[in-house]
């Protein structure tokens, strides 16, 4: 079971997306982000503002929604952008490849829980919950050691 390593506030979409660029600092090949949240949360906010500080020269960066992945070049090699809202089953997940990108690419799944047993067991969980106007309460969730240790870096910083 994971357990929180670390939670914050912010209150202000650009506050939400420094953490975002904070978080992509910390990033290698083969690292996995869960970003769970209600529709409006910020998700993709987080996304895109992560996404954009490992891009040389920072692309539009529109919500995998309906395409359901989005890969980019980064200095950290492929990075997948996904949204499995639309997928019924794990099967999908395999037949989009995503199974292997969780491997060597830097993957961002937006509505993770449809992963199911695919779901990689060192991957970070980071849960935005929409307090009201533009606060968040992200928080930062994984049962991998190596995480702790990596975002102790992210807010020993922020202080």
Same mark, same amino acid.
């Given at each position: 079971?994971?357990?929180?390593?670390?939670?914050? *506030?912010?209150?202000?979409?650009?506050?939400?997306?420094?953490?975002?660029?904070?978080?992509?600092?910390? @990033?290698?090949?083969?690292? /996995?982000? @869960?970003?769970?949240?209600?529709?409006?949360?910020?998700?993709?906010?987080?996304? !895109?503002?992560?996404?954009? =500080?490992?891009?040389? +020269?920072?692309?539009?960066?529109?919500?995998? +929604?309906?395409?359901?992945?989005? &890969?980019?070049?980064?200095? @950290?090699?492929?990075?997948?952008? /996904?949204?499995?809202? !639309?997928?019924?089953?794990?099967?999908?997940?395999?037949?989009?490849?995503?199974?292997?990108?969780?491997? +060597?690419?830097?993957?961002?799944?937006?509505?993770?829980?449809? @992963?199911?047993?695919? &779901?990689?067991?060192?991957?970070?969980?980071? !849960?935005?919950?929409?307090?009201?106007?533009?606060? !968040?309460?992200? =928080?930062?969730?994984?049962?991998?050691?190596?995480?702790?240790?990596?975002? *102790?870096?992210?807010? *020993?910083?922020?202080?």
């Amino acid at each position: 079971m994971a357990s929180i390593l670390y939670h914050t *506030e912010t209150t202000s979409p650009d506050q939400t997306a420094d953490l975002a660029v904070s978080i992509g600092q910390i @990033l290698k090949a083969g690292d /996995c982000l @869960l970003l769970v949240g209600s529709v409006g949360a910020g998700k993709s906010l987080f996304a !895109r503002a992560l996404i954009q =500080s490992l891009q040389d +020269t920072p692309e539009d960066v529109p919500s995998p +929604t309906f395409t359901i992945v989005q &890969t980019y070049e980064t200095k @950290l090699g492929d990075l997948w952008h /996904c949204d499995l809202y !639309r997928i019924s089953s794990p099967h999908e997940v395999i037949e989009l490849g995503l199974d292997d990108a969780m491997a +060597t690419a830097v993957t961002l799944i937006e509505w993770p829980e449809n @992963l199911a047993d695919l &779901t990689p067991p060192d991957a970070l969980t980071i !849960r935005i919950n929409d307090l009201g106007g533009d606060v !968040r309460k992200l =928080s930062f969730e994984s049962t991998d050691a190596d995480w702790a240790a990596s975002l *102790e870096k992210v807010f *020993e910083n922020a202080v």
